[in-house]
């Protein structure tokens, strides 16, 4: 897969995996499991991404004596998930384009 369209599908990936609750590392790479497999290096590359372009904020907390990040999806973040949607309505299209069977030749 191309890495460029694999890094943007990733980006909204974990924006969806905070987009309903503020979560953490650990638990963000669990609640994606049954989609798709992240590493912690590749995912805390992912949140510095997003903390930089503006698309979530982090706030430490303790959570059993222990500081834990948690991650929060911004406006911005937000609106990013909604233009995926309607973009992936045209990545759709191009696959079932590029997947239908020629029948003229």
């Given at each position: 897969?191309?890495?460029?369209?694999?890094?943007?599908?990733?980006?909204?990936?974990?924006?969806?995996?905070?987009k309903s609750e503020d979560s953490y590392g650990y638990k963000i790479i669990k609640d994606m499991k049954p989609y798709i497999e992240l590493s912690e290096s590749t995912l805390y590359?992912?949140?510095?991404?997003?903390?930089?372009?503006?698309?979530?904020?982090?706030?430490?907390?303790?959570?059993?004596?222990r500081l834990r990040k948690y991650y929060h999806i911004t406006k911005k973040g937000a609106r990013r998930l909604e233009e995926f949607k309607d973009e992936w309505k045209e990545v759709v299209s191009i696959y079932q384009f590029v997947m239908k069977e020629n029948h003229h030749e």
């Open positions: 897969m191309d890495v460029q369209l694999k890094r943007g599908l990733l980006d909204v990936c974990v924006l969806a995996a905070i590359t992912i949140l510095k991404r997003l903390e930089n372009a503006g698309m979530l904020t982090v706030r430490s907390a303790e959570h059993d004596g």
